[in-house]
């Protein structure tokens, strides 16, 4: 079965800094890998989506990157800011079709 | 096309009453899925249509629960005798494709209280 677990639990930093979020699975027969993010009480908006032969996508400040054979993702943020405050949630796809999700990270951003 | 839309946002039951949630994926999506999300957790899969096909269901899908996509397009959620157990953020996605590889969208989620 697959387990997705997300590292740090919550995180909070001030404004202006990278940061890295960690995501690990634990079976590597997966389609692709996506990054979400949630603002409190909302839904989830995809930020990346990284297939599984891809090392690495970018959007804007936004760097996902993925090593399939070792079961990991990482969210890098460039030059953090306020709006960026949320959770973060990546999401396997894996053989059975469906999308497993890690309990997120907890991201705050400060002034 | 505004995005996976999902009706109500939120919902408000007493315990053992029925309720119906409503999802419209974005046009042309074939695939579509449900997942809970309680506070402070990950979304956990409930079930998944590919057209009208329900091809998957979660054990979270106890018998008082039950989903249709009648034509595949909307779908709808029905909880039947509500528990307190059930009160969590509901959430639709959809995604495109005949290959398991496309993104997912998601709706803004339908929130059931059972007081």
């Known amino acids: 079965k697959q387990e997705v677990t997300q590292i740090p639990a919550a995180l909070s930093v001030p404004e202006g800094e990278n940061l890295v979020l960690n995501c690990s699975f634990t079976?590597?027969?997966?389609?692709?890998l996506q990054w979400f993010r949630q603002d409190p009480g909302k839904g989830l908006t995809s930020l990346l989506l990284i297939q599984s032969s891809q090392r690495e996508q970018t959007s804007g400040r936004l760097n996902a990157s993925l090593d399939k054979s070792s079961g990991r993702s990482t969210l890098y943020i460039a030059a953090s800011q306020p709006g960026d405050s949320a959770t973060y949630l990546c999401?396997?796809?894996?053989?059975?079709?469906?999308?497993?999700f890690g309990p997120g990270t907890r991201l705050s951003v400060l002034p | 096309d505004t995005g996976v839309s999902q009706d109500p946002r939120h919902k408000i039951t007493k315990r053992g009453q029925n309720v119906t949630f409503r999802c419209d994926p974005i046009?042309?999506?074939?695939?579509l899925y449900w997942y809970r999300q309680t506070l402070g957790q990950g979304p956990e899969f409930l079930t998944y249509?590919?057209?009208?096909?329900?091809?998957?269901k979660s054990r979270l899908l106890s018998d008082r629960f039950s989903a249709e996509r009648p034509k595949g397009s909307f779908s709808t959620l029905e909880i039947q005798r509500t528990e307190q157990g059930d009160s969590a953020m509901y959430l639709c996605?959809?995604?495109?494709?005949?290959?398991?590889?496309?993104?997912?969208?998601f709706g803004q989620g339908t929130r059931l209280t059972v007081v």
């Open positions: 079976d590597s027969a997966i389609y692709n």
């Open positions: 046009s042309e999506h074939n695939r």
């Open positions: 999401a396997v796809r894996d053989y059975g079709q469906n999308f497993v």
């Open positions: 249509f590919q057209n009208e096909a329900q091809l998957e």
């Open positions: 996605a959809s995604s495109s494709g005949d290959r398991l590889n496309t993104e997912a969208f």
